[in-house]
């Protein structure tokens, strides 16, 4: 089966678009990067249903308060959480939509059962 391009997609050309498309793709990258780490995939993976607490995420990691830290901080870095104070207490959420829908993804790749046909 071979892919084909949709319609409705422009096909660079140019060395503008080139260039563009190179830019776009270290975008990709450093997106991806961020991602590429299990713990922080799985703090994005239970952010992606609500708010967390530093406390919450620790007990569903089952991880120490400096590791889940230290992943918060790259994630937060990357601007794909952000973080709200209330008292004491820090929450953390998905700031970018693209993670969101990376996540939406990955899960419907990897963490669904598929249905016996």
Do not use: W
């Amino acid at each position: 089966m071979k892919n084909k391009i949709p319609d409705d997609v422009k096909v660079m050309e140019s060395s503008a678009d080139l260039d563009d498309m190179a830019e776009n793709a270290k975008q990709a990258t450093d997106f991806m990067k961020a991602m590429a780490h299990e713990s922080r995939l799985m703090i994005l993976c239970h952010l992606s249903s609500g708010e967390k607490s530093v406390t919450e995420l620790e007990d569903l990691l089952a991880l120490r308060q400096p590791t889940v830290s230290q992943q918060l901080a790259r994630l937060r870095l990357e601007r794909l959480i952000t973080a709200r104070r209330d008292g004491k207490t820090i929450y953390y959420s998905i700031a970018d939509d693209r993670a969101l829908k990376m996540m939406e993804v990955v899960y419907g790749m990897f963490c669904t059962v598929p249905e016996a046909g």
